[in-house]
């Protein structure tokens, strides 16, 4: 296996917490081995947080936001913090894409030049200092005065990061809560806590003010804990629907704010006028990003019944091109997936697929010439029903599911039928089709001709997909409060944050 590193030598603190801009000693010896799916080797070894270490982190960041300076800071003097934090993040990038690699097996091809995305997220939201209206004025319906409306920070913000991307969530969530002026506490997965130690590494170096960021790693019932918390203004989530479920019922328990990023089951409509081959090789392409554990992937393709046999075929076709191995290897085009529990799940699908009666195309096995590792190999299932398991259900694994329909407004409806709605895509040469088509899908984003997303914009779903936008313009709003102030006259300075 090449391009392995030592974790536990390149993180500085993986045996404390980061809790009031200090590494502490977790209240239990308890800890968290964390295995690289490629080897079945323990990678990392983390401090697992209990609920008096919960507790401490959330007191940290709630004293930092109602009486240390962040939040009383201008968006201005907060800007330079947002840049450094970028800066460093793409110094470190290199080191941050192998921790990714190591943890949950996305290709070395790709996660360093992601990892240094992440750097630019920050730089983003620090623009926004200027160029975004914290403070607008306002005309009172009575005629009378001044009316200010005034964006202020939600408060303290529980994120909670998720393992297949760590750092890029991280950044979408704790980079609009930090220009704003929230104190974040950062619940890291203990599957992959490797990038978010590294963040607080980054936030110490920055000067961040003590208890503006906190990071702890702790298992589910502990991380209920902090949603629980009434120290906790809002909660950001990216994860499992069943999971988001449970936290948007806790939070509305005491209306606690929360933005959930969750599941799907993502369609992609193929128009009778666009080429099969070419389809097929985009979706398979995209398919085995992250091994598919990718919550926006394109896993339901619709198809003309006329041209369901037709597709299939170059759909496995391609499918079974792709090479499966290490990936640090730069031949390899799909790596593992990133757990065994994971491997299991995904195989027990891929079983359910076969006894409810679709055709098995390619893939579906462990691949023969590894024999360690939680590899699987990239499957397509042919004439699937709607209603089976496959359809239904979020496998996050590289399992594509074709599906027939009648014609294209049968098309539309069976990309409908779900709980989800996180993201489609439309296939076919015709412009214009494709935009009456994406208006007709009940989905958070819709590409054309191929899986397309864009944090840049905005990133959510429709229905059991989610609540709320990350990223652009959208992702700050979840992190701020409106506030109404009626005056008599405007005030001489309206520029500061509060």
């Known amino acids: 296996m090449t391009g392995l590193i030592d974790a536990n030598e390149t993180l500085k603190h993986p045996g404390k917490l980061f809790i009031g801009g200090e590494w502490v000693e977790p209240s239990t010896r308890a800890r968290f081995d964390v295995v690289n799916p490629a080897t079945e080797d323990v990678f990392l070894t983390v401090a697992e947080a209990d609920a008096a270490d919960m507790s401490r982190a959330v007191d940290a960041a709630r004293a930092a936001f109602d009486r ?15 840049q450094a934090i970028g ?41 926004l200092a200027d160029n975004y209206e914290w403070v607008a004025q306002r005309r009172p319906s009575s005629g009378q005065g001044v009316g200010l409306l005034v964006r202020e920070p939600v408060g303290v913000v529980a994120a909670i990061i998720p393992w297949n991307s760590p750092l890029g969530l991280l950044a979408n969530k704790v980079a609009p809560a930090l220009i704003a002026g929230c104190t ?16 607080a590494e980054i936030a110490e170096a920055c000067g961040l003010p003590a208890g503006v960021v906190n990071v702890v790693t702790a298992d589910r019932e502990v991380s209920e804990l902090l949603v629980r918390n009434p120290g906790i203004d809002k909660v950001t989530f990216t994860g499992s629907t069943a999971a988001g479920r449970r936290i948007a019922s806790l939070c509305g328990e005491r209306i606690a704010r929360c933005t959930l ?11 009778d006028d666009y080429d099969l081959a070419t389809a097929a090789q985009s979706i398979a392409q995209s398919a085995r990003l992250m091994t598919g554990q990718v919550c926006a992937s394109l896993t339901r393709i619709v198809v003309s ?26 031949e390899t085009q799909m790596g593992p997936l990133a757990m065994s529990r994971q491997r299991d799940k995904v195989e027990g699908l891929i079983a359910k697929g076969c006894e409810e009666g679709a055709v098995l195309v390619t893939g579906g096995r462990r691949p023969s010439h590894l024999d360690r590792g939680f590899f699987i190999e990239p499957t397509v299932f042919g004439n699937v029903d709607n209603d089976s398991t496959i359809a239904r259900e979020e496998i996050f694994g590289p399992v594509v599911s074709v599906i027939a329909a009648d014609d294209e407004a049968h098309a539309v409806d069976i990309a409908n039928d779900t709980i989800y709605g996180l993201n489609a895509s439309v296939f076919t040469d015709d412009i214009d089709r494709a935009w009456a088509v994406s208006r007709q899908l009940r989905s958070g984003t819709v590409g054309h001709n191929g899986f397309r997303t864009d944090f840049g914009i905005a990133f959510g779903g429709f229905k059991q997909s989610g609540m709320g936008r990350e990223g652009g313009l959208d992702g700050l709003q979840p992190y701020l409060e409106a506030k109404t102030v009626l005056m008599d006259s405007l005030p001489s300075n309206v520029s500061g944050a509060w």
Not at 68 to 82: F, K, N, T, V
Not at 94 to 123: P, Q, Y
Not at 261 to 271: N, Q, T, W
């Open 68 to 82: 240390g300076p962040w939040p009383r800071m201008s968006h201005a003097e907060r800007a330079p913090y947002l």
């Open 87 to 127: 800066a460093a993040i793409r110094e470190r990038s290199a080191e941050l894409g192998r921790i990714w690699t190591s943890e949950m097996g996305i290709l070395a091809a790709v996660s360093t030049h992601a990892s240094a995305g992440s750097g630019d997220v920050f730089d983003y939201y620090a623009g």
């Open 184 to 199: 974040v506490v950062i619940k890291a997965s203990p599957e992959a806590p490797g990038a978010v130690y590294a963040f």
């Open 261 to 271: 990023e969750l599941g799907g089951k993502s369609a992609g409509v193929i128009l």
């Open 305 to 330: 019944r006329h041209r369901h046999d037709e597709f299939t075929e170059a759909l496995g076709a391609a499918m079974s091109a792709i090479r499966v191995g290490d990936p640090f290897d730069p």
